[in-house]
Nanobody, 123 residues
Framework: QVQLVESGGGLVQAGVSLRLSCAAS??????MAWFRQAPGKEREFVAAARRTGGHTYYADSVKWRFTISRDYAKNTVSLQMDSVTPEDAAVYYC??????????????????WGQGTQVTVSP
């Protein structure tokens, strides 16, 4: 059984750093990603990391503030979030796929998802 389990969410103040982690079990993925969904909004792409070539992809809104990384030995993907703002508050989901694409901002590319972890940012 394939499982993705996120951790690391919580309540933080604006400007601090937060690190999310996602542990995958049951299989490995070529590409793992983070998406987020704020209340009343659609789920949106945050970042992705592709095993082949070590490529990383970021949404413009988080570029230079967030860093995605993978530990292939532990089968995990992490999201280092620096200088968070109230606009970063959302439920963060990790996802995995083996599909190869030019970009990974389309959630339909991903077929395994975690349950999400809540990130709340106070002003």
């Amino acid at each position: 059984q394939v499982q993705l389990v996120e951790s690391g969410g919580g309540l933080v103040q604006a400007g601090v750093s937060l690190r999310l982690s996602c542990a995958a079990s049951g299989r490995t993925f070529g590409t793992m990603a983070w998406f987020r969904q704020a209340p009343g909004k659609e789920r949106e792409f945050v970042a992705a990391a592709r095993r082949t070539g070590g490529h990383t992809y970021y949404a413009d809104s988080v570029k230079w503030r967030f860093t995605i990384s993978r530990d292939y030995a532990k089968n995990t993907v992490s999201l280092q979030m620096d200088s968070v703002t109230p606009e970063d508050a959302a439920v963060y989901y990790c996802a995995g796929t083996d599909l190869v694409a030019a970009a990974y901002d389309d959630e339909s590319l991903f077929y395994n998802w975690g349950q999400g972890t809540q990130v709340t940012v106070s002003p």
